[in-house]
């Protein structure tokens, strides 16, 4: 069925003591196909059957979420109910993460979440903010007036280099590029996660997957041989690892070699991939609304005049900060969160059978005309009175008890580096580049966003 077509509209009726409307898609492979031939397209689409929408990927059964109400009870007041959604368990993402924050589920997440959770207090996760402005200042010290550059490139590699100094307190700078390449190719494989392919290329020893386990197995061995480094030396070097090889539960215990690799494997990726992906989305924006663009230049002069920014400027930096999350509101990094049902329960009105998998879309919800005015205008003022009302209109860090640790960290660092370089530098866009969105684990730039570099002192 063409989703296009026959859409009842949301004010219909509909039977919510059975299953929710939705496409019926193929009798075989489901609405697999339309999903992958344009998926940020169908699951906008699927919206017009209403807030809760049956869909069907072969055998899986799973829930698109589009009311706020319904995707607070997913994550936050009925979220007991459910676990990580089933594409976060494939032996990919597994090999990559492994039984991190990210993947992890019960007692054990809650005992690492309680360890981790230290390493992120704000007081902690402040001081790494002469850090942040230190790397940016070195990263922008050689760009030249009509240069042209990939910022979705350049972004990657400073957020890469930040997130190992204040990770690991390791300069990364000569093998940046390569360890890029190395995440850049790891991500590729799940931009076909609802294929055939990735069935096999998961589950079968094929081509893609040897080559994806030899890259993880290089970036293991990297982790590993720093984790042995540090505990050799005992030494406090004031970084996240240090924190995480100090902290204990309540029992005395400390996390394992294992253990370690996987919290450090999540915040490798989640703390570099999610704040390069805003930081290039808000240039982007930026370069296509000059009004918006000149208030952000404005806001820099009076709050800095010249100088460097640094943690007790973010309060004034009011402005930069609203660009950031709508920004991630247009352009969210995460743009779908997914959940499993572990036993029969019920959203929306509708029953829930054990095993459904649910997701909700950020790119979807934060674009939904019933919570924003004008919801694909770039409009950064729309912030100047905090967040949106209701709550779960806007979830780009996800929510409830798994809300992303790192949010204080993510938002410090985008605000800041577009503070510093934006002080030095305005971009236009490359007219022989068009920008496309790429939905893979996150919401990539297909082809980067190629700009010309001009100064502004």
């Excluded at 995707?71 to 039984?99: C, D, M, W």
């Excluded at 007036?145 to 700078?173: H, P, Q």
């Excluded at 890259?215 to 070097?237: H, P, T």
Aim: positive net charge.
């Amino acid at each position: 069925m063409n989703t296009a077509e026959a859409l009842p509209t949301r004010k219909q009726e509909v039977n919510r003591a059975g299953t929710p409307p939705g496409p019926k898609g193929s009798l075989i492979m489901g609405v697999m196909r339309e999903f992958n031939r344009d998926t940020l397209g169908f699951v906008t689409r699927c919206r017009d059957y209403g807030d809760v929408v049956h869909t069907r990927f072969l055998w899986v059964h799973a829930y698109f979420l589009y009311n706020p109400s319904d995707i607070e009870s997913l994550l936050t007041t009925n979220a007991k109910s459910y676990r990580k959604a089933e594409s976060l368990r494939s032996p990919f993402f597994h090999r990559l993460v492994g039984n991190g924050l990210v993947t992890s589920e019960g007692d054990f997440w809650r005992r690492q979440r309680r360890l981790a959770q230290p390493a992120f207090h704000r007081q902690r996760i402040s001081s790494y903010g002469d850090v942040m402005v230190q790397y940016a200042q070195r990263a922008i010290a050689s760009w030249k007036d009509g240069e042209r550059r990939d910022l979705a490139r350049d972004m990657t590699r400073l957020t890469l280099e930040i997130v190992v100094k204040t990770l690991f307190n390791s300069d990364v700078s000569n093998d940046a590029d390569h360890i890029g390449e190395i995440l850049s190719g790891l991500v590729k494989p799940f931009a076909s996660q609802a294929t055939l392919k990735w069935i096999a290329d998961n589950r079968l020893p094929t081509p893609g997957h040897r080559r994806y386990f030899r890259a993880v197995s290089e970036i293991d061995r990297i982790v590993f041989r720093i984790i042995a480094e540090r505990r050799a030396s005992g030494y406090d070097e004031g970084d996240l690892l240090s924190m995480l090889l100090q902290a204990q539960d309540d029992d005395g215990t400390r996390m394992s070699d294992a253990q370690l690799r996987d919290e450090v494997m999540t915040l490798f990726l989640a703390g570099h991939e999610t704040t390069a992906l805003a930081l290039s989305w808000s240039w982007y924006l930026l370069a296509t609304h000059p009004q918006a663009e000149q208030k952000f230049h404005a806001e820099l002069e009076e709050v800095l005049g010249g100088r460097a920014p640094n943690v007790s400027d973010l309060p004034k930096l009011k402005y930069t900060e609203m660009i950031t999350k709508e920004a991630m509101r247009l352009y969210p990094p995460a743009y779908a969160v997914g959940r499993e049902a572990i036993e029969e329960t019920e959203i929306g009105g509708y029953r829930v059978p054990k095993g459904t998998q649910l997701f909700a879309f950020q790119w979807v919800t934060h674009r939904d005309p019933r919570y924003f005015d004008e919801p694909d205008a770039f409009k950064p003022e729309r912030w100047s009175n905090g967040d949106p009302s209701p709550k779960y209109a806007y979830f780009p860090f996800g929510g409830g008890p798994r809300q992303c640790i790192g949010n204080y960290f993510a938002m410090m660092e985008i605000v800041l580096l577009l503070a510093t370089i934006g002080q030095r530098f305005r971009f236009k866009l490359d007219p022989e580049h068009r920008v496309e969105v790429l939905p893979v684990l996150s919401l990539r730039p297909k082809t980067g966003i190629k700009v010309i570099i001009e100064p502004r002192i």
